[in-house]
């Protein structure tokens, strides 16, 4: 399968591992991605707090964009994204009104009809394929690891229509199909604030260090996330929410690309592993996996 | 400004404020009956000035300034964990939107100043650039809040390890993007 590739802002900067591990992973698991040239930001949690049309015609924009080329959908990687993409498609196919509105604004029509697609979804569409087990060469047994949906990944359910908004699995899945071992915890669907993550960051310190307080007294060894704003949060602010609440995390947060990579072989300086504030390469190696 | 009809100067202004929040969020506000299972399941709920059942109750009851005026509308995280177990399926963030929107564009001071702030400078950024130039964005935004070293202490770990792109993005068709911003402007004002 071939996908219009939506890497959305993070992946080029603060995010540029998980950018890596996705091309990665996709290569291992058989999916052909093109990126989609000259998109443009979804324009995120600030477009829809400022105006509704502009949080629906952004990503409209880079939706026709990627209407134009010859592939079965649009594949992003971060939650946020997702989130607006699929809002926008939502909008567009059930409101008239924005339709035209959007038409209006944009100076050309989009149907809403381009499939947007996270890489976790095509992820838990390869685990359930044949031969899949084949191209794991690493083995991954003993590790622990707690899978982090965070907000819009799952939810509301009627956007993203993917895995159940309060107990979601899929995460977890891909995590026992790698031969690891899922931990249960209960803050896998809580909040990490990223939408304050500028402007209100006590609020983020606090929502995030309970999310990793949690894996931590949970005995996870790491934490996995699909989005680049998670895991701004959740690793490169560790050591300000140890300071911040006084209390010793040390928890390492992967993109669960990093983790597909390291069962399909890859090393850590190719899965960026390197990138991470909290260095995940330690508790890895003391699970007894080999890089 | 839009005229004043004849069947909306017989309304209060207070069923007024209502119904112009229902219309913009397309939300029925008015079936909410009080429940408080968006504010049980709020994460930013221990900051908030008013809990989001209480908002829903102001705007309710055409408490207007009250409502425009508080935390509340700004410290929401989006999240959507209340719309997501809303029971009467009122997509909260959506009137959280609006309130946020009629707050800004009538004035009213927000008591979380910065996040307004943050969402200016994002969007500007956004039109100047159309993919969000990080390192950009955060430098305005320490400016204009006036936390001139916020977030500096990662910035050596981020060079160091490459995760701060210091060129701002290039895209073709910025021309066409702005123009785009510019129609929404325009249609938002008639």
Known sequence: ????????????????????????????????????????????????????????????YSLLLAKQMDTDGVLVTCASCYSRLKAANHAILNDGTMKKKVAEAL?????????????????????AQPGFDEKITRKLSGLKVASYYGCLLVRPPEITGFDDPEDPQSLDRLVAALGAEPVDWRYKVECCG??????????????????????????????????????????????????????????????FTQLLGLAFGYSAAELGLGKHEINPVPVLRKRGINI | M?????????????????????????????????????????????????????VMRLVQLGLKDEVLSCATIWLCASCETCATRCPREIE?????????????????????????????????????????????????????????TKDMDKAPAMLLKRKIALMPPRVKGMGKVRKIMKNIEEMRQQ
């Open chain 1, 1 to 60: 399968m071939k996908f219009a590739f939506y890497p959305g802002c993070s992946l080029e900067s603060s995010a540029k591992e998980y950018k890596e591990s996705t091309l990665l992973a996709a290569e291992s698991l058989g999916l052909e991605l093109e990126e989609i040239p000259d998109w443009i930001c979804c324009g995120s949690t600030p477009a829809h707090m400022s105006d509704e049309l502009l949080g629906i015609a952004l990503p409209a």
């Open chain 1, 107 to 127: 100076g050309e029509e989009y149907d809403g009809g381009v499939p947007v697609r996270h890489m976790l979804e095509l992820t838990s569409d390869a685990i």
């Open chain 1, 194 to 255: 990223a939408a304050l993550a500028f402007s209100q960051v006590d609020i983020v310190r606090k929502l995030s260090g309970e999310i990793l307080q949690d894996a931590k007294d949970t005995e996870a060894d790491v934490v996995i996330v699909a989005c680049p704003l998670c895991h701004s949060n959740l690793d490169l602010r560790q050591r300000n929410i140890e300071k911040y609440l006084g209390i010793d995390l040390e928890v390492p947060v992967l993109y």
């Open chain 2, 2 to 54: 839009k005229s004043t009809s004849v069947a909306d100067s017989t309304k209060t202004a207070s069923t007024q404020f209502l119904e112009r929040v229902e219309e913009q969020s397309g939300q029925k506000v008015r079936i909410c009956y009080q429940c408080g299972k968006c504010s049980a399941g709020c994460p930013v709920g221990y900051a908030m000035d008013l809990l989001p059942n209480q």
């Open chain 2, 92 to 148: 909260i963030v959506k009137v959280m939107d609006v309130l946020r929107q009629k707050s800004r564009r009538e004035g009213y001071p927000s008591p979380a100043r910065e996040v307004p702030v943050f969402v200016s400078a994002f969007i500007n950024n956004l039109k100047r650039f159309g993919r969000l130039y990080e390192a950009g964005l955060v430098g305005v935004y320490n400016l204009l809040s006036g936390h001139i």
